[in-house]
């Protein structure tokens, strides 16, 4: 192809809006695009443990060491105080009664509080468990 070909197909490019060079990708640090801090506690740590039901139907909560299970009504607020966070690991197992999808949103309220605000959502089955690991960190399966 002569150069007069190479510039009309340049401008043809130029006209469909299709770019002759290569889109450069500017690097970013993980600040800026990387979400919120994972929440953790002091392995080991006795914390404080309120869990919220904002949901229009009956939740249930049960600890898996524990046999039975306790009732969460719509609005209820459940406050458990000085339970140990890591040793041994705490975990808690939640659903709504009538098999609906749950979303949990966790927040760390201060250095000893852990609040789980229970929604309707998610993608099913939802959320279902809350632990705490070895390490501290608090996940939400």
């Known amino acids: 192809m002569n150069k007069l070909g190479w510039v009309t197909f340049g401008s043809l490019l130029c006209i469909l809006g299709i ?9 970013q640090t993980c600040a800026s ?3 919120p801090r994972p929440i ?9 443990f309120q869990v919220i039901n904002r949901t229009a139907s009956l939740v249930l909560i049960q600890r898996p060491q524990e046999t039975g299970t306790v009732p969460l ?4 607020l459940l406050e458990v105080r ?3 966070g890591t040793t041994p690991n705490l975990s808690i197992v ?3 009664e009538t098999a609906l999808s749950l979303k949990a949103d966790i927040l760390k309220l201060d250095d000893h509080t852990l609040r789980v605000e229970l929604r309707p959502g998610g993608p099913p089955p939802g959320d279902r468990t809350l632990y705490i690991e070895n390490d501290g960190r608090v996940r939400v399966f």
């Open 19 to 27: 770019p002759i060079a290569p889109v450069s990708s500017m690097a």
């Open 33 to 35: 695009n990387c979400g």
């Open 40 to 48: 953790q506690f002091i392995p080991g740590q006795v914390i404080n």
């Open 73 to 76: 009504r719509p609005g209820q």
């Open 82 to 84: 000085g339970w140990s």
């Open 94 to 96: 939640f659903w709504d």
